[in-house]
């Protein structure tokens, strides 16, 4: 049966049936900027929620159409694949490779580009927005720590962007060359290839066009190598290296201190790239074997510096040991540094509590760090940013076991941990969970890439200053 519309062009019922979608999809979008326009008095965190599940509303209309599938994909396979994509996760539920045509792979590529273009954006104007609230002593400390270009709304539009081009040109021209001239690969294949993984790549989304994703370039260090520096980089954040960028330009004797943020930032992913380095390690003999010494190490580096940022894997993780997959987890968890692509509850958290451990342990009432004094304040937002994800990483397992528990509670925590930490390392079930578990992952992954930027935005830019004060009593600790 055909049908004729308006035009007289003979459309089949399907054709007919997604334009009439796509009518309602745009009524329905028209009536969320009236809403979001009305709203003056819309929160800087609701604002940046409502921006994503809009960009992944158009996504999963965008990826539901006949035209982005190779074969029949289920609407639910389009949202948590729109959801993956927008929050730069890399989860999936069908395979890139096959489920999805040239113009479904096209339109993951945008939504991870916006994406993480969004992100950096997003977490750089928030950060004036709270400019605005502080007092004049601290903006003129922005300012002596060379941060005052930040209050340029503009200026930090155009800069993220020029950033992110520039490193994704960066990755891309590296990779085009090895695809050629390394595999055989014709221009545009290559060329093709190189695009999409060097934006999944630096917008630390482990997206990609193979169906074992990079296993098979396992001893390959020309494309592993970019790969690794394109999520590293997007990891790190645009203030960071804005600071970083600026230092080398500027000499030596005239270079002001480092901001905390950057030094926590640098000091931690230095760190933490060694420790996930050393532990993966110590599968030499297990996810590591059936490749050469040298290759090893190669392997045992991505493997150390992706679980906290993309989830590209090169290994397969359902090989790995249960402790390592528990390591992994915790890598996940803390993620990346604040601004940047990556996810999880950020390395500038981490640095702010074990500064206050550290307080505590040596009897110190000021909480203190490279010479600087950090606040009440902040140690209350870290503290509050964390206990609520690992709450809500606990719960998810939980419900997911409840849901599906032919599969073990490592690999369901693994899967539940990545989805937060919007790393997207996968042991291989996510595919064959119950839908209802899907769901849950969908959560999880909108949850980490907005949760805690929304939470640590409404307490920074809350405060209440009540009349009175209740008497101080010191409950038992321990």
């Not at 399907?14 to 819309?42: E, G």
């Not at 901001?259 to 110590?282: D, E, H, K, N, Q």
Request: charge should be positive; hydrophobic fraction near 50%.
């Amino acid at each position: 049966m055909r049908t004729v519309i308006r035009l007289n062009i003979p459309l089949p019922d399907t054709y007919v049936c997604y334009i009439t979608k796509i009518n309602s999809a745009y009524c329905r979008a028209q009536d969320y900027a009236v809403f979001v326009h009305k709203s003056r008095h819309l929160r800087p965190a609701s604002a940046v929620a409502f921006s994503f599940l809009g960009l992944i509303m158009i996504g999963t209309i965008a990826l539901a159409s006949p035209w982005a599938s190779a074969r029949y994909v289920a609407p639910l396979d389009a949202l948590f694949t729109a959801t993956s994509a927008v929050c730069l996760t890399g989860l999936i539920t069908v395979d890139t490779a096959t489920a999805w045509s040239p113009f479904g792979q096209v339109v993951i590529m945008i939504l991870i580009q916006l994406g993480g273009l969004g992100i950096m954006t997003v977490t750089c104007l928030l950060s004036i927005l709270l400019g605005a609230r502080l007092g004049l002593r601290r903006r003129l400390s922005a300012q002596a720590e060379g941060r005052g270009d930040l209050g340029n709304v503009r200026w930090i539009v155009q800069a993220t962007i020029l950033f992110t081009l520039v490193i994704e040109t960066v990755v891309f021209l590296v990779l085009l060359l090895r695809f050629h001239f390394g595999h055989g690969y014709g221009w545009a294949r290559a060329a093709w290839e190189a695009l999409f993984h060097a934006i999944s790549s630096f917008n630390n989304a482990g997206f990609a066009l193979y169906s074992d994703n990079l296993m098979s370039f396992a001893t390959d260090a020309l494309v592993l190598l970019p790969l690794a520096f394109g999520l590293i980089v997007g990891g790190l954040g645009f203030p960071v290296l804005l600071e970083t960028y600026r230092r080398l330009r500027t000499p030596y004797v005239l270079r002001r201190r480092w901001s905390l943020t950057a030094r926590f930032t640098l000091t931690g992913t230095l760190v933490l790239g060694i420790v996930g380095t050393a532990l993966m390690l110590t599968e030499w003999n297990g996810a590591l074997a059936g490749i050469d010494a040298p290759n090893r190490l190669l392997n045992a580096f991505f493997a150390g510096v992706s679980p906290r940022t993309a989830g590209f894997n090169a290994i397969d993780y359902a090989d790995a040991r249960p402790q390592t997959l528990l390591a992994i987890d915790i890598l996940m968890f803390i993620g990346g540094g604040s601004g940047g692509t990556a996810g999880g509850i950020k390395i500038t958290t981490l640095a702010v509590l074990l500064a206050t451990i550290r307080a505590e342990i040596k009897g110190r009432r000021i909480v203190s760090a490279y010479g600087r004094s950090i606040s009440r304040r902040v140690i209350g937002q870290a503290l509050a940013v964390t206990v609520a994800a690992l709450a809500l990483v606990v719960a998810a397992t939980f419900m997911i076991i409840t849901l599906a528990p032919q599969f073990s509670t490592d690999h369901i925590l693994f899967e539940a941990t990545s989805a937060f930490g919007t790393v997207g390392l996968s042991t291989g079930i996510t595919p064959n969970l119950p839908r209802s578990a899907q769901l849950i992952l969908i959560v999880l992954m909108f949850a980490g890439r907005v949760g805690p930027l929304a939470l640590a935005t409404t307490l920074a830019g809350r405060s209440t200053n009540r009349l009175y004060k209740y008497p101080e009593e010191r409950p038992a600790i321990g």
